[in-house]
């Protein structure tokens, strides 16, 4: 089964070797046919504590880290 990569945008950095990254997607209602946006914060794993609030980073799930962190910083932020 293929890993998820998802992309997003860093809202946070406080804690050590971690980020707090925010995904969007955006879908179509199956019975009302209307474009909902919806948002989701994600824990991720950042081994060199590289990235700061505001970067777009992709993510890509992993073996669990913690209780919530199960995806790490995938390559270098673009």
Not at 66 to 71: H, I, P, Q, V
């Amino acid at each position: 089964m293929p890993k998820k990569i998802l992309n997003g945008v860093v809202v946070g950095n406080k804690a050590n070797k971690s980020i707090t990254v925010l995904v969007e997607r955006k879908y179509q209602h199956p019975i009302l046919k209307k474009v909902i946006k919806s948002k989701k914060r994600y824990a991720a794993h950042d081994e060199r504590n590289e990235c700061q609030i505001g970067d777009k980073v992709k993510i890509i799930e992993c073996k669990p880290f913690s209780k919530t962190k199960k995806f790490e910083l995938l390559g270098d932020k673009k």
